[in-house]
């Protein structure tokens, strides 16, 4: 798919889409719990709707009922022997633990960039749990049979914060007594997500200092009711384009919430953006703008929204965590220094820092989105002060996280119930 979008002023009241990371989280809880869960305000995006088909696989039964998911399961009991996990990078590091419950072969797959990701670090760790793994060469296809013997282990944090996550709900499963160490742990804020949605499904881990991870009593998932919170990550492009491009009152975000990308409000904030936040809504406007240092190591998903926003600013934004860029759906780093250099956009990477240099004026151009989803809002954000339409090949590519995005006639898009006037051509 093309899309073209063209320069515009954006106004409206726009609903925040669900959160994938919460809701991914919410569908393994509920697989791994006895009873039905019910989850309200579910993600349908394609990870969204990937991780549901990995529980059904996995053995539970999935079924929507109006604007929910019924998922009811006994626990992981596999229907087959193999699981795919699409396009996800969290569904395949938070599955593969779960999965090597089962005392069975299993052969994990993907596709798309997921193929290319490297995945050795489950064959340095799961074999200390009793997991066989074999992968090839390093990437996917996986091949594991547990069950995982859940017992103290110590991990390279640095690895995967993702990964951790699903050794800490597969440990929450089956632990007795065990303590999970980690040293040098990226992206805390997703850890504490992870915790939050735990302990919401009746399994408490005692944590730490984000270092130390305690099960002190064998424990079990809770069947229960849950609410998907706003997606942060998928706000910070709508907030984005509000501060560059107009005003809009974004709904649905708790501004209390453990999603890492909240992180966006503090970027706006330093840039000089018109903020207004409330408990559940977000009103941003657009204000004179300047350039921003902000450290991103903790929400690397947040570079995109980020170098929109940094090149509407007058000056040179300083963007730390570029080491957590090259293993996503593209090497973003380098993505978006060739996308938006074609905007007339300078980007230099020195290390572990991006310097954006904005007020130059952002040029019409045709980019490619290099199947990230990311990168395509990014591109369709910066095209709405450039000085002529941005045409975003592989535009679909948003359909990984946030599939109403182009849309100006819904809720869940800049465009916000047909109320703005965003000028949006897709063919």
Not at 82 to 103: H, K, Q, V, W
Not at 143 to 161: C, R
Not at 212 to 230: D, L, M, N, P
Request: glycine share 10%; proline share 4%; net charge negative.
């Amino acid at each position: 798919m093309i899309a073209t979008i063209q320069p515009g002023h954006i106004s409206g009241n726009v609903t925040a889409n669900p959160s994938k990371s919460a809701m991914q989280r919410a569908v393994a809880a509920a697989l791994l719990a006895t009873g039905k869960t019910v989850i309200r305000n579910p993600g349908l995006s394609n990870d969204c709707l990937a991780a549901l088909e990995v529980a059904e696989n996995l053995g539970a039964m999935v079924k929507r009922v109006d604007e929910e998911i019924h998922i009811t399961s006994k626990g992981v009991a596999p229907f087959y022997d193999e699981i795919n996990c699409g396009e996800s990078g969290l569904g395949i590091r938070m599955f593969t633990p779960i999965t090597a419950l089962a005392d069975r072969n299993i052969t994990i797959s993907g596709h798309g960039s997921l193929v290319t990701r490297p995945m050795d670090f489950f064959e340095q760790v799961l074999p200390q749990l009793g997991v066989s793994v074999k992968s090839n060469g390093g990437k996917l296809p996986l091949e594991i049979k547990g069950p995982l013997q859940a017992k103290d282990i110590t991990i390279d944090g640095s690895l995967s914060s993702q990964f951790l996550t699903g050794l800490l709900m597969a440990f929450g499963s089956v632990a007795e007594k065990a303590t999970i160490t980690v040293d040098n742990l990226k992206s805390k804020p997703y850890i504490a997500l992870t915790l939050q949605l735990m302990d919401h499904f009746g399994v408490k881990v005692k944590n730490e200092n984000f270092e130390k991870f305690h099960f002190e009593r064998a424990q079990s998932y809770r069947a229960c009711e849950y609410t998907v919170e706003g997606d942060w990550s998928g706000a910070a492009f709508l907030l984005v384009a509000a501060a560059v491009a107009g005003k809009a009152e974004v709904h649905h975000l708790n501004t209390q919430s453990a999603q890492s990308d909240k992180a966006i409000m503090e970027a706006l904030e330093k840039a000089g953006a018109d903020i207004l936040p409330g408990m559940f809504t977000v009103i941003v406007g657009k204000s004179g703008l300047q350039p921003f240092e902000i450290d991103a190591t903790d929400c690397p998903d947040l570079f995109p929204p980020l170098v929109a926003l940094a090149a509407n600013c007058n000056g040179t934004t300083v963007i730390k965590g570029v080491s957590r860029l090259a293993h996503k759906e593209s090497d973003r780093g380098l993505t978006l220094q060739q996308e938006f250099g074609k905007m007339g956009i300078r980007i230099d990477l020195d290390g572990d820092l991006m310097h954006v240099h904005g007020g130059t004026g952002i040029k019409g151009a045709r980019v490619f989105s290099h199947n990230d989803h990311r990168i395509a809002m990014a591109c369709a954000v910066a095209a709405l002060t450039a000085d002529g339409p941005v045409t975003i090949d592989n535009a679909e590519a948003i359909n990984k996280s946030y599939p109403e995005f182009y849309d100006p006639a819904t809720a869940g898009s800049i465009g916000g119930n047909g109320r703005g006037n965003r000028k949006t051509l897709t063919t």
